[in-house]
Antibody
């Protein structure tokens, strides 16, 4: 059974860098074909894809946010980390990590509020 | 503004069949698989359909997906009250787009 859990700060100040961790079980990011992605959802709004990392360390980013995002993996810890720089109140959202090429399993999400 | 276009709302009565459309372009839906997600209030999205029309284990066959050209549709037959949720379509967009989502459709069961 695959599970994913997001963790990180609930409140971030404007201009700060956000670091979120996705800890997973039931899968290995050293196995061929495996990927983990990040998706966010502002309150009352639609889903927005952010980034994706593959087992071979290939990385893909949303073109509109690419300059602010970094995704990395720690295979030994079963974790994927997303950093987003220069946070702004419009980045207030629930951030989800999800497994696979079709996002078949999602974490419960973590709400991040950007406010002074 | 989402890359894929969905109607903001849809509705039906119990037992009815409803469809939700998703319109894209040749660089996303037109050349890649479509997925559909169901999001119940206050919960994370759940995969309903992948590869245009495939259902993950555990998803009732009341849910079906189809794709034609640059558009896709989700059909729900035998509508139930528990189907009341937000539904999102998604597709991989050709480089450099990455994954693109629709704006979501709020389904109300009357």
């Amino acid at each position: 059974q695959i599970t994913l859990t997001e963790s990180g700060p609930t409140l971030v100040q404007p201009t700060q860098t956000l670091t979120l961790t996705c800890t997973f079980s039931g899968l290995s990011l050293s196995t061929s074909g495996v990927s983990v992605g990040w998706i966010r959802q502002p309150p009352g709004k639609a889903l927005e894809w952010l980034a994706l990392i593959y087992w071979d360390d290939d990385k893909r980013y949303s073109p509109s946010l690419k300059s602010r995002l970094t995704i990395t993996k720690d295979t030994s810890k079963n974790q994927v980390v997303l950093t987003m720089t220069n946070m702004d109140p419009v980045d207030t959202a629930t951030y989800y990590c999800a497994h696979g090429s079709a996002f078949d399993i999602w974490g419960q999400g973590t709400l991040v509020t950007v406010s002074a | 503004q989402s890359v894929l276009t969905q109607p903001p709302s849809a509705s039906g009565t119990p037992g009815q069949r409803v469809t939700i459309s998703c319109s894209g372009s040749s660089s996303n839906i037109g050349s890649n698989y479509v997925c559909w997600y169901q999001q119940l209030p206050g919960t994370a999205p759940k995969l309903l359909i992948y590869r245009n029309n495939q259902r993950p284990s555990g998803v009732p066959d009341r849910f079906s997906g189809s794709k034609s050209g640059t558009s896709a549709s989700l059909a729900i037959s035998g509508l139930r009250s528990e189907d009341e949720a937000d539904y999102y379509c998604a597709a991989w967009g050709d480089s450099p787009s990455g994954w693109v989502f629709g704006g979501g459709t709020k389904l109300t069961v009357l």
